[in-house]
C-alpha cells in the first residue's frame, strides 16, 4: 500500500489515528508540546470567546503525549475499522507535504512504522501552531499568533529543519517530460525483491 503525501498540503489532523489503526498500528511516540502564556496572551483568554479563539485540530489529537510516552488510539474513533490491513506499507513524501500530512509523515519516520520514501519536505517537523486570533491593546489591531511549539516524536532531532525519508529519491525535470516516476520504480523494485526474498525462504 502506497500513501502518496507528495501534494498533500494537510487537512485535520484526526484523521491519522483511524488511519494508522487501519494500518495495523495500536500506539505510537506523538508530538509534544509547550505552550508559554504572556500576559497578553492570558487578557485575550479571558476576553474572547472560544467562538472566536481558533484551535489547530492536528494539536488537540497529539498534543496529550509527553516526550517519553506512548500515544494510545482511542478506542470509539476506531470502532467502525472492522478490518485493518496488514501488508507493506510506504509512505512518500515531497516537497509540498505540510501540516497534518507532514505530521503524519513524521510520526511514521520517528516510530520507525513504515517506510518513508521520496524528497525532503520543505516545513520543519517540530514547529509553532495553535493559533489565536489576538487583539493588540494599544492599536486594536487584530493579529493571529501561535501559542504552542510542538517537538516531533523523536527530540534528538528537534533542530532539523525538513523531514528526511528513510530513502532519497529526487525527480529530475526529465522524468516528468518523460511521465517517469522514479519513487514509484523503486517501491515496485523493492517489493519485486521482498516477493523473491520470500520464494527462496520457502
Known sequence: LVLDLRYNSGGSGTLNDPLLYALGVDAYRG????????????????????????????????????????????????????KRFQGKVYCVIGDWTYSSANLFATIVKDNKLFTVVGEPTKQKPSHFGEVLFLRLPNTLIVCRMSCKQFHRPDKSKDADETLYPDVSIFRSFDDVRKGVDPVYDWIIGDIGKSVSAKSETK
Do not use: C, G, P, W
Not at 39 to 68: H, N, P, R
Open 31 to 82: 508530538f509534544s508540546s509547550e505552550k508559554r502564556e504572556s500576559e497578553l496572551y492570558k487578557m485575550q483568554l479571558s476576553s474572547i470567546s472560544s467562538a472566536e479563539t481558533e484551535t489547530d485540530s492536528v494539536s488537540v489529537s497529539v498534543s496529550t503525549a509527553s516526550k517519553d510516552s506512548v500515544y494510545r488510539i482511542r478506542a470509539n474513533e476506531v470502532a467502525e475499522i472492522t
